[in-house]
């Protein structure tokens, strides 16, 4: 019996009878962060870092005592076994689990990256013996710009929108890389709105202490003068539908890592891409192995392939698992989101 083993359920700790971001509906769930392919419906008791309560409340509509909490850092036990959440920098609120039992150490990281993003709280190495890592864009092409400059570039283009006389629509996904796009971008250009899916979870995250520039939430009460100069923040999923009507003439602009891929933004009908991802690419990623001093690496959603292949051949033991996550697909339209964007698009069409 391993400590964590891999099931159809989910990855799971036989000892303490918990999964750790479960897929199927199971008694006790530790889950990483508020993302949909990660906290999902149908668990009968959560346990989550206390700030990623608030998002996985509302979106999973949980009462009060199916959903418990820890501080980032402390260990709960349970039937001997210690687990305990440790930043993981790829949203506000997500975590890394350490499992521990008898002096074996093992660490799930749930999505991650390495790179301070000002908004989530700073990703934590935590030493292991075996590792679950995600691969999302576990492949050489994959090698961010800091974030100070694809927010330069963000900028500029605004500007350059602003004197042709266009609106800049700027898509990311809901939770996590709209705050952080309001939070990193020049506030001093023009004004800021966003659509009423972003809106929802922008001011869970208020709630919680996070301060963000001003910014409006885009209403049927807007007429097409009000987007003058201004940016707007929406989700992937908005870009096609009527909702775009009043603020044309506009620039799209999607941040997302995919970006950095010839053809993506295309495929999207999209004018500029900013390569902005809230995972760890090639570099981040290798060092992220190396320096947690693991034995052993279990490769989840990504390029699980190829990582584990390049693992093996620099001497780590490393193996390829199946699991359900789906990774950045559910950056460009993650179920949840999918749904709070129609909703917001009824109302829309109902006014
Ligand atoms: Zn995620
Ligand atoms: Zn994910």
Redesign the pocket.
């Known amino acids: 019996m391993g400590l964590l083993e891999f099931t159809d359920r989910g990855i799971y700790c036989p000892q303490a009878n918990v999964y750790l971001d479960p897929w199927k509906p199971v008694e006790k769930a530790l889950i990483t962060?508020g993302?949909s392919?990660?906290a999902r419906f149908g668990h009968k008791h959560y346990l989550c870092v206390e700030s990623s309560v608030p998002i996985i409340r509302h979106r999973l509509q949980l009462s009060d005592e199916s959903i418990q909490s820890v501080k980032y850092g402390d260990a709960i036990s349970i039937n001997g076994v210690d687990f305990s959440f440790h930043p993981a920098g790829?949203?506000p609120g997500?975590a890394q689990i350490r499992v521990s039992y008898k002096g074996e150490v093992w660490v799930f990281t749930?999505?991650y990256k390495l790179e301070h993003d000002n908004i989530s709280e700073p990703f934590e190495l935590v030493r292991c013996h075996s590792l679950i890592t995600e691969s999302t864009f576990g492949l050489p092409v994959y090698n961010w710009k800091p974030q100070g400059e694809i927010f330069n570039d963000i900028n500029s283009w605004w500007r350059k929108n602003q004197s042709d006389g266009k609106v800049s629509i700027l898509t990311g996904y809901t939770l996590?890389k709209s705050q952080r796009i309001l939070k990193n971008v020049d506030a001093s250009v023009g004004k800021i709105f966003v659509h009423g899916a972003v809106e929802v979870m922008t001011k869970i995250l208020q709630a919680q202490g996070i301060s963000l520039p001003d910014f409006e939430r885009v209403t049927p009460e807007h007429k097409k003068n009000h987007f003058e100069g201004a940016l707007i923040v929406c989700p992937p999923s908005a870009t096609g539908s009527l909702w775009m009507r009043k603020f044309f003439p506009y620039s799209i602009g999607i941040a997302s890592g995919w970006m950095s891929l010839r053809g993506a933004r295309r495929r999207r009908g999209a004018d500029r891409g900013f390569a902005l991802s809230?995972h760890v690419d090639w570099k981040d990623l290798n060092r992220a192995v190396k320096e947690t001093g693991a034995e052993r690496v279990f490769v989840t959603h990504g390029y699980s392939e190829v990582f584990s292949h390049w693992l093996r051949d620099q001497g780590i033991e490393a193996h390829v698992v199946k699991t359900a996550y789906e990774g950045e697909l559910?950056e460009i339209a993650e179920g949840t989101e999918k749904q709070e964007v129609l909703e917001e698009n009824n109302k829309e069409q109902q006014s």
């Open positions: 962060h993302h392919d990660h790829h949203i997500s749930g999505d996590g809230d559910s």
